[in-house]
T-cell receptor, first 113, second 115 residues
């Protein structure tokens, strides 16, 4: 089955700096990679996703990159703000299956004002 | 904005008891899921459900677990004989389409505590 590894487990940045979270996956058939943000005690919420037919996608301060050959994908947050503080989960899915999303282990991001 | 709703928000039960967690997916969604998150750990897939049957399940989803869509709106997860290690946050999710074409929307979760 799919295995998703995520690094780092914790990340502290100063407000305004950039944050990068990296993930690797094992199943070359995975072709959909969502990123979720989970605030303390709340549900995971999709913040951005990327499909395997593109290498990069950007939405305001958030961008994701995907390297299919290396089975790496990354989340980049620029100009971080205190409200970006949360746990971020990467995930991978083979869209030929019934949306069995395999989550990474999570990164706790702390943005220091 | 439509959302997935789950009840109860917190359930405390004694070991060995049966629990039923309830979810109301978004009304036009056709695909339903249960996930589990043990405190401080990652979100783990349990089961997916489409067209009134299980379409995929994980190794966590053993014979103690079952899902049902008893009517047109509810989607339930039953744990027959709870164990201490079943204590976790259980998230229901639904999506309009599979194959990565539709976002899975998560409910707010039910925190299950087995004592």
């Amino acid at each position: 089955g799919e295995n998703v590894e995520q690094h780092p487990s914790t990340l502290s940045v100063q407000e305004g700096d950039s944050a990068v979270i990296k993930c690797t996956y094992s199943d070359s058939a995975s072709n959909y990679f969502p990123w979720y943000k989970q605030e303390l005690g709340k549900r995971p919420q999709l913040i951005i996703d990327i499909r395997s037919n593109v290498g990069e996608k950007k939405d305001q301060r958030i961008a994701v990159t995907l390297n299919k050959t290396a089975k790496h994908f990354s989340l980049h947050i620029t100009e971080t703000q205190p409200e970006d503080s949360a746990v971020y989960f990467c995930a991978a899915m083979n869209s030929g299956g019934y949306q069995k999303v395999t989550f990474g282990t999570g990164t706790k991001l702390q943005v220091i004002p | 904005e439509p959302e997935v709703t789950q009840t109860p928000s917190h359930q405390v039960t004694q070991m060995g008891q049966e629990v039923i967690l309830r979810c109301v997916p978004i009304s036009n969604h056709l695909y339903f899921y249960w996930y589990r998150q043990i405190l401080g750990q990652k979100v783990e897939f349990l089961v997916s459900f489409y067209n009134n049957e299980i379409s995929e399940k994980s190794e966590i989803f053993d014979d103690q677990f079952s899902v049902e869509r008893p009517d047109g709106s509810n989607f339930t997860l039953k744990i027959r004989s709870t164990k201490l290690e079943d204590s976790a946050m259980y998230f229901c999710a639904s999506s309009e389409a599979l194959r990565g074409e539709g976002e899975a929307f998560f409910g707010q979760g039910t925190r299950l505590t087995v004592v």
